[in-house]
């Protein structure tokens, strides 16, 4: 009897149940256009990979359709860590490095000598940080309102191109998948 007991508890692990958390496949990869952009004539599309649940990378390209608009370009990348219910949506915050290139006009130097005016392009690399929020469909659209502000760390000489800030934001669809 004691050896038929023994056999029984030794083998019941083969038919205990764990009570890990059940594995949810979480799709990882998004695609977005800002449509702010698009309607005042400039495009950026943005591409984003989940790490898990909580937060995301990712990276956004800038490029204007209108020779008028500034800045002439932008990549930037960025870290976010969401706070919502559902993986990866609800209100974030995010870390970002933007590398920008706009174009100045006739910015005069004052404080050289001679006089001087600076026209052309600077290309500038800068940090900052943002807020969202960001909503799911079942089905994986995706809608998002987010901004961010951030610093040019270069071309900062006694302030003289103005382009110390930079900023960044939008209203974004996309599809998760």
Not at 56 to 75: M, Q, R, T, W
Not at 140 to 152: A, D, H, M, V
Request: a positive charge.
């Amino acid at each position: 009897m004691k050896k038929a007991l023994l056999i029984i508890f030794l083998s019941s692990f083969l038919f205990s149940y764990s009570q890990e958390k059940e594995n949810i496949s979480l799709k990882k990869n998004e695609i977005k256009g800002n449509a702010l952009f698009l309607i005042l004539g400039t495009g950026e599309i943005t591409y984003e990979r989940l790490l898990d649940e909580e937060s995301g990378i990712g990276a956004s390209l800038f490029v204007p359709f209108d020779s008028g608009i500034n800045p002439k370009f932008s990549l930037t990348t960025y870290y976010r860590f969401y706070f919502g219910a559902k993986p990866a949506s609800g209100f974030f915050v995010e870390g970002f490095g933007m590398l920008n290139s706009n174009k100045i006009n006739d910015i005069y130097l004052y404080n050289q000598t001679p006089q001087m005016a600076v026209s052309g392009t600077i290309t500038d690399f800068a940090l900052g940080f943002g807020i969202g929020g960001k909503w799911i469909t079942k089905k994986g659209f995706l809608f998002e309102i987010n901004s961010g502000i951030g610093r040019n760390l270069f071309n900062q000489k006694s302030g003289d191109y103005g382009y110390q800030i930079v900023g960044r934001g939008g209203i974004t669809i996309g599809y998760r998948y």
